[in-house]
Structures are given as C-alpha cells and as structure tokens.
C-alpha cells in the first residue's frame, strides 16, 4: 500500500517536498511515478524514476522546477517555483521491476499499485 504525503496550501513561487511510502515493503525493485488530477482533467505524468535511480523523466511543464529522487524507503518530489497550474492531487504509483533497473515508466496503465493521494493548492 502506497502512501503519498507533504501536499498543502502554497503561494506562488513557493516550494513543497512531497513523499511516498509503502507499508512492508522497501521500494528497491520498483518503477515509481508522480502523476497528477486537477478537476476536470486527466492524470498525468509529472516525474518518474527508475528502480535504480539513474533514469528520470519529468514532463515539460515541471523541468528545472521539480526534482524526484528515491532511497530504499521512500521518493520524494522537491517542487520549487510553484505555480497556479501546478494546482492538482498528486498520486505516486509503483511497478514491480526486478530484472530492468534501468526501467522509467510513464504510462499510468502499467503502474500496479497506487496512492491515496495529496491535495497541492497553489493560491495567494
């Protein structure tokens, strides 16, 4: 079971640190990614990591603003210069991959387990 935290209330231009969990087990063999929902819309990709933590991919509306990086127990999504856009439900979701560490998914169909969620507002 997944857990995403760290969400809140924000101005614009200000910075959040979000974090996935999971329960019982360590996130050495898996794919993760943060995608998001604002009402009305899709969910969408917006950072992804591979098993090993070398590979990354992040969408064109958050490069050079947001940052994932991973250790055994959790990943974490840095975002900085936040915007009004940036206004969403964030979800981490997790793909089991022991044999591609190397693997970057960012198909939200191929992901197997997903979080609750944390609300990200950026308002003044």
């Known amino acids: 079971q997944l857990q995403a935290s760290g969400g809140g209330l924000v101005q614009p231009g200000g910075s959040l640190r979000l974090s996935c969990t999971a329960s019982g087990v360590t996130f050495d063999d898996y794919a993760i990614g943060w995608f998001r929902q604002a009402p009305g819309k899709e969910r969408e990709a917006v950072s992804c990591?591979?098993?090993?933590?070398?590979y990354t991919y992040y969408a064109d509306s958050v490069k050079g603003r947001f940052t994932i990086s991973r250790d055994s127990a959790k990943v974490y999504l840095q975002m900085n210069s936040l915007k009004p856009e940036d206004t969403a439900v964030y979800y981490c979701a997790s793909k089991y991959s022991p044999f591609n560490n190397m693997l970057v998914v960012t198909a939200r169909d191929q992901y197997h387990n997903w979080g609750q969620g944390t609300q990200v507002t950026v308002s003044s």
């Open positions: 990591v591979s098993p090993n933590g070398g």
